[in-house]
């Protein structure tokens, strides 16, 4: 069963609006891919509003060697999108389907400067610049915009979270508690290069996991007292985007 999800529109000053930052209107209404199970590496990616297939992201995991760990992003039709292999120091070789592999570095440019968290990769169109953009407040958020634009999101990322219960009755066992699925909400701008803002998010997603993880795993061990020195570097705490 497709978890749940929230429907509401984003709202600026308490009015609803489109991905775009426009009024809300019956003309338009943005794309929302939801992932079951929440999770950048395996996952299927479903159009919310007609509970079709659109992709199937799967990971083959090599314990012993990472740079045999290859992710595949697979069409509705099976059909390989795109792949990358995991590399733990270098970057991530990615093959964008049949075109020869690059780094992912070079197909997706981190910024090199440590409090700017963005990432870029260029409109397969029209060739400008789209920006990835990672936000913490209320909770986590990566968003995309046309570099220069930051008013009218193309894709908003929302994480997977628990459902208020409903109020308890007596004499009746409680529901299960629902979960709002993870989505992304793409407008028509995002529409067109599907492909790419899927591919594009996934990636960041993985490695801002990867990243939270060592966080989390540091504060667990501040709080123990332990030695942090021979565990963690810098890089281990620095943002992701």
């Given at each position: 069963m497709t978890p749940a999800y929230e429907d509401a529109p984003i709202t600026h000053k308490g009015t609803p609006l489109t991905c775009e930052g426009t009024p809300l209107t019956h003309n338009h209404t943005p794309l929302t891919l939801l992932f079951t199970p929440d999770s950048p590496?395996?996952?299927?990616?479903?159009?919310?509003?007609?509970?079709?297939l659109l992709y199937q992201v799967v990971t083959e995991f090599q314990s012993k060697n990472s740079h045999n760990t290859v992710t595949r992003?697979?069409?509705?039709?099976?059909?390989?999108?795109?792949?990358w292999v995991w590399r733990d120091i270098?970057?991530?070789?990615?093959?964008?389907?049949?075109?020869?592999?690059?780094?992912?570095?070079?197909?997706?440019?981190?910024?090199?400067?440590?409090?700017?968290?963005?990432?870029?990769?260029?409109?397969?169109?029209?060739?400008?610049?789209?920006?990835?953009?990672?936000h913490k407040v209320p909770?986590?958020?990566?968003?995309?915009?046309?570099?220069?634009?930051?008013?009218?999101?193309?894709?908003?990322?929302?994480?997977?979270?628990?459902?208020?219960?409903s109020p308890p009755t007596p004499g009746i066992q409680p529901s299960p508690q629902n979960t709002a699925a993870a989505r992304l909400v793409v407008d028509a701008r995002g529409e067109g290069i599907l492909d790419f803002v899927v591919i594009s998010f996934l990636v960041l997603e993985r490695q801002r996991r990867i990243k939270q993880n060592s966080r989390d795993n540091i504060g667990d061990a501040r709080v123990a007292g332990v030695s942090l020195g021979a565990r963690a570097g810098v890089n281990a705490i620095s943002t992701i985007y």
């Open positions: 590496t395996a996952t299927t990616i479903t159009n919310a509003q007609h509970d079709a992003v697979l069409s509705a039709a099976g059909d390989t999108i795109a792949s270098r970057s991530d070789v990615l093959t964008l389907g049949k075109t020869a592999p690059v780094s992912m570095s070079a197909w997706l440019r981190k910024s090199l400067n440590p409090f700017n968290n963005t990432a870029m990769f260029s409109n397969p169109i029209n060739g400008k610049e789209l920006q990835w953009r990672g909770k986590h958020y990566i968003i995309l915009y046309s570099k220069g634009d930051i008013s009218r999101p193309i894709a908003t990322f929302f994480e997977s979270k628990l459902m208020p219960r």
